[in-house]
């Protein structure tokens, strides 16, 4: 099977990615004009379709309300996910299950089938709750989550997260994370998702990006500042945990 890769648009444009195999890369490269990005490679692409199949435009078009897998042409297959949001529960002090409360609001993309290797969570912390009061990730924690490598208890509440979706999600029994440094173990997540038997994507885009990215050298110091002076570095330093 091939291995599929995620393409990223230009870097002037706005970001998201689009995951594709390394064949269909390879294709796109070969009908792209030079130095034309990716973006604009599937959107005149997108632009023909339309034009020459008027009729699979409206089937398409009628399908948007549902999540799943649609068939565009011989070749393409379009993955679309339902955003679901829910709420987690986990303590402010990791180890102490008596600790105050603190309650994540978070949404991801609910898998529409259980074998599909191109599946990402894609997990979002829209917000935190404590003590009854709603803060942003950047009140609470200091950073935005796209910063949250700057706070090395920001990924904690992150993969806390992602490993709850995964138990709800695909009912795997949790036998590998049990004190809070097990979660920033590689070597553990591996482990774990490869004898789930779960999709190389939820490792490679979910979890391994997020702790390399923890594991490199920070280098902004108004982020690590914001953090230190963040209401949960308080918390904290004012022995509430």
Request: charged residues 35%; aromatic residues 12%.
């Amino acid at each position: 099977m091939t291995n599929p890769i995620v393409l990223k648009p230009d870097s002037r444009e706005n970001k998201t990615t689009i995951q594709v195999t390394k064949s269909l890369k390879n294709r796109l490269e070969e009908i792209g004009l030079k130095r034309e990005s990716y973006n604009r490679i599937i959107e005149r692409l997108i632009d023909s379709f339309e034009k020459h199949n008027p009729e699979l435009k409206k089937l398409v078009k009628a399908d948007e309300a549902s999540s799943g897998q649609i068939q565009i042409g011989e070749n393409i297959i379009l993955s679309k996910y339902e955003r679901v949001t829910i709420s987690i529960s986990d303590y402010v002090d990791y180890d102490i299950n008596d600790s105050p409360k603190i309650i994540l609001e978070v949404t991801y993309n609910k898998p529409f089938d259980k074998n599909d290797e191109l599946y990402q969570i894609d997990l979002k912390i829209n917000k935190i709750i404590f003590d009854n009061e709603i803060y942003s990730s950047k009140e609470f924690f200091g950073v935005l989550q796209k910063d949250m490598s700057y706070s090395r208890d920001f990924v904690y509440y992150y993969l806390r997260s992602v490993l709850e979706i995964i138990k709800a999600e695909f009912k795997k029994s949790n036998y590998f994370f049990k004190i809070y440094s097990d979660y920033f173990d590689l070597a553990r997540w591996r482990t774990f998702l490869l004898n789930s038997k779960l999709g190389p994507e939820i490792l490679s885009s979910d979890v391994e990006r997020v702790l390399l990215d923890l594991n490199n050298k920070k280098t902004n110091n108004k982020l690590l500042k914001d953090v230190e002076e963040a209401y949960y570095s308080k918390i904290k330093e004012y022995g509430r945990i």
